[in-house]
């Protein structure tokens, strides 16, 4: 049951009043002031989000006939892949949406997904963005912004030729190092520097981050949050819903050669729901053999019918069914690992987040 806001905040203003009226030297406010005080403060707090939703966010590169490399996709299988999401009868929905949907400030369509590119290149306007206009779809670019107007790149001028037809813009840092490997300094001008960089030439503003190969902890996410993104992406899997915290906020990377079989199943699998997750996701770990525990919340998961892996590895767990509670320790590479849990029932579900290892 989600807390009620409006009571929190009356709660956290009438009660320091409370403390006031104790002191002679205080005055006590009347009935009205307390009241606006309170109202003021109350409509302040979020209320969270207004439904139980969920978002499909997909990560691209670049796209072009035939394409063969990992990260570039086929036109041809692009077209297959939003010709399935027209037919399934998803909208297309923008980053700033989905930080106001997490805030309480709008809803999202039933059926919601995020189109989204990295890096910035320039297949995005000439490729990707035809293809989209056909079904009345809009994306987000995603731009390195020491690369624009490089080789193979958007240029300013193409970058404001999306932005005039409704696409968001946003960052990947300006040199698209790894920010988990810089430090504070370096990670602080590379987010504040690409926001800057952006919104010196375009219309609007950079709201939302997609963080370089995925990469995040604890101090990154409040890097970001202080630079002044409200929502930010990693590459982790699984879809976004309305438990998704707007600064880790899931995106399935579409690779060549997926299949439209796992494609469709993208389109249908809900997201795997732990609490109480220890350590907490973004926490750096100084042993490359932490134990990790977590209780599963989905009621129609058995807790001992997952599917746990490290970077693809399988990691054993125990299941403790009566406190629903999961416990793992799986070897991890000193630095960046991905672990991911999979529910293959019905409906499939999926999670998944970066664990830094630094026993230094």
């Known amino acids: ?85 027209h037919e399934e009868g998803y909208e297309s929905v923008l980053p700033s949406r989905i930080a106001g949907y997490l805030r309480g400030q709008n809803d999202l369509p039933e059926k919601s997904v995020c189109i989204t590119f990295d890096d910035g290149p320039e297949s995005i306007l000439t490729r990707s963005k035809p293809l989209m206009d056909e079904y009345g779809f809009t994306g987000t670019a995603f731009l390195i912004t020491d690369a624009v107007g490089g080789e193979g790149k958007l240029t300013w001028d193409q970058v404001r030729e999306l932005e005039a037809a409704g696409w968001e813009i946003g960052s990947h840092t300006a040199c698209h190092e790894k920010p988990t490997g810089i430090d504070a300094a370096r990670c602080v001008e590379e987010l504040e520097g690409s926001k800057a960089a952006i919104e010196a030439e375009i219309e609007g503003e950079c709201l939302a981050l997609a963080y370089p190969y995925g990469l995040y902890d604890a101090s990154v996410v409040e890097h970001a949050r202080d630079a002044g993104y409200e929502i930010a992406f990693t590459i982790d899997r699984g879809p976004a819903d309305w438990t998704t ?56 998961v058995p807790v001992d019918g997952l599917e746990i892996s490290r970077d693809g590895n399988p990691v054993s767990y125990e299941a403790d069914e009566e406190n629903r509670t999961i416990t793992m320790t799986p070897e991890l590479r000193e630095g960046a690992n991905n672990l991911r849990l999979n529910y293959y029932g019905d409906p499939r579900r999926e999670v998944s987040w970066v664990i830094i290892a630094d026993p230094s």
């Open 1 to 85: 049951m989600r807390p009620n806001g409006h009571i929190a905040a009356l709660l956290a203003v009438l009660f320091p009043l409370a403390l006031l009226a104790g002191c002679g030297d205080a005055t006590e406010p009347t009935a009205d002031e307390a009241g606006e005080a309170a109202l003021t403060e109350a409509e302040s707090v979020p209320a969270g989000p207004v439904s139980e939703r969920k978002v499909l966010v997909l990560c691209y590169h670049a796209m072009e006939p035939g394409a063969e490399a990992t990260y570039d996709i086929p036109t041809e299988d692009f077209s297959q892949q939003l010709a399935l999401i």
């Open 245 to 300: 915290d707007p600064m880790l906020v899931p995106r399935q990377m579409v690779v060549n050669g997926n299949s439209m079989n796992t494609f469709g199943r993208w389109l249908k699998q809900e997201k795997l729901h732990l609490e109480k997750i220890d350590p907490p996701v973004g926490e750096r770990v100084t042993t490359t053999e932490p134990t990790i525990t977590a209780v599963v919340a989905d009621e129609d």
